[in-house]
């Protein structure tokens, strides 16, 4: 009996993998991330995190999605009785970021529309925080909903719906095949624009440059394994629950490898644009790049559309590819994090897909209308710390223990996708999901314990 839904092609299942790496993490979260953690230097630590934890931990999932064929809460079941809450709690996890998550891209598709005319006006920090968000001091449900800000969430909601509610291949992967070409070439466009700009260079040298001092600070290294772990997507479910609609013969190891190195890449390249226009800010307004930088919703609606607006020429064009960028990025992931749930409540409850899908985005639709109160910047601040916190580091923890240490099956799953893939893994690979990352993120799990309740 093989029903499950699959993939239509290797690139399908691919391009699915890195639409979902590929988000708003990417081009708000990293660049800044980058700058601050030492520039050039943090490539250190942020390589050893990809290579050690990354890449390792994105083909156990692969391996785990692919040899159970379930979703992530039975497929861990499976793999280990009684271990089918390391998938709901990611499934949980997911549910709650992608109610934010949408809103977000729900505030970019209303500022792609705000380009044309650049009605963000001179002081786009009180139109985002007056006019658009319009924020209350008090944080309050009471405060209702704002249509204008709960349309742009509708609207984000029908598209997500609308391709996880058509399957893997009618929907997610053609979501996928659509998009992010479309976004390849709309990035690639603003970061070169973003470069070329007057100050860009000033903008990448502060970007760049190295400071070797940060490398002994364990935030440093702590903020390069959550990067890697955000960024790809690993620890909550997604990359089990898409490697489980893959074909029966699969190259699981070159698909890992390839997505790891296509999200960094992704991300790296962006940092240089934002960075290339960051600088640029600075010179017209005769600031200093690090006043200018930073990172999440200000970066991206309060400091770019003042780059926007200073552009010499082409701002709304810029403006939309900018804007439609983080859409684009934003959407494809959306529809991973509502994936994972609804993959699992379809197994649980044998639903179809169309009634699970329906419950499950109708349900995170409703809870999205949460962030678009007068109250909503707070709540969404206080989620996305909770989430940092406890999600993917510990998730991940939880699953290098579990296969390397409890079923103990490094060698059985390498075996499994040496076999079918172009080329083998090596025994570092058993080395990093037995030692090097339990002894990291066990470390860092610590510290951060530490740091929350101190
Ligand atoms: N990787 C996505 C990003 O960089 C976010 C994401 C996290 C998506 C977890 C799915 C699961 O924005």
Same mark, same amino acid.
């Given at each position: 009996m093989s029903t499950r839904e699959q993939w239509g092609t290797r690139a399908g299942f691919v391009l699915a993998a890195i639409g979902s790496a590929i988000g708003l993490g990417n081009i708000w979260r990293y660049p800044y991330v980058l700058y601050e953690n030492g520039g050039g230097s943090f490539l250190i630590p942020y390589f050893f995190a990809l290579f050690t934890a990354g890449i390792p931990i994105l083909l156990l999932e692969f391996w785990i999605g692919h040899r159970y064929r379930k979703a992530a809460p039975y497929a861990l079941r499976d793999l @280990? #009785?009684? %271990? +089918?809450w390391l998938g709901w709690w990611p499934a949980m996890v997911c549910f709650v970021i992608v109610t934010y998550y949408a809103v977000v891209l729900a505030w970019a598709l209303s500022y792609m529309y705000f380009s044309f005319g650049l009605q %963000? /006006? *001179? *002081?786009t920090k009180a139109f985002l925080y007056g006019n658009f968000l319009k924020l209350t001091d008090s944080p309050s449900v009471v405060g209702g909903l704002q249509w204008h800000i709960v349309l742009p969430v509708v609207i984000v909601w029908a598209i997500v719906f609308f391709y996880v509610y058509r /399957?893997? #291949? $009618?929907g997610i992967e053609r979501a996928n095949k659509v998009m992010i070409p479309l976004l390849l070439v709309m990035i690639a466009i603003v970061v070169f624009r973003g470069v070329t700009l007057p100050g860009a260079v000033d903008g990448l040298n502060h970007l760049l440059t &190295? *400071?070797? +001092? $940060?490398? @002994?600070?364990p935030q440093v290294w702590i903020a390069a394994y959550s990067q890697v772990f955000f960024s790809l997507s690993i620890a909550f479910g997604v990359m089990i629950t898409y490697a +489980?609609?893959? &074909? $029966? #013969? @699969? *190259?699981i190891n070159n698909s890992a490898f390839i997505t790891g190195l296509a999200n960094s890449g992704f991300e790296f390249f962006a940092a240089l644009g934002v960075f290339g226009a960051i600088g640029f800010l600075a010179h017209v307004q005769g600031a200093d790049v690090k006043d200018v930088a930073s990172a999440g919703p200000g970066l991206a609606f309060v400091v770019f559309p003042k780059i926007i607006s200073e552009l010499p020429a082409l701002n709304e064009l810029f403006g939309v590819l900018f804007f439609g960028a983080l859409v684009l990025a934003g959407l494809t992931s959306a529809i991973s994090l509502v994936e994972v749930s609804i993959a699992a409540v379809m197994e649980k409850f044998s639903w179809s897909r169309q009634k699970a899908a329906s419950i499950v985005c109708g349900a995170a639709f409703v809870g999205s209308l949460v962030y678009t109160t007068g109250g909503g910047l707070y709540y969404l601040d206080i989620v996305d710390h909770f989430i940092n916190a406890f999600g993917g580091l510990l998730v991940g923890l939880l699953e290098v223990i579990l296969v390397g240490w409890v079923v103990k099956k490094t060698a059985e799953a390498r075996a499994y996708t040496n076999t079918m893939s172009d080329f083998a893994i090596g025994s570092w690979w058993d080395f990093c999901v037995r030692y090097v990352t339990p002894i990291v993120l066990g470390a860092m799990t610590l510290l951060n314990l530490v740091k929350e309740f101190r």
């Open positions: @280990a #009785r009684g %271990w +089918s %963000w /006006g *001179d *002081d /399957g893997v #291949r $009618k &190295p *400071d070797f +001092s $940060k490398l @002994a600070n +489980s609609y893959l &074909p $029966k #013969r @699969a *190259d």
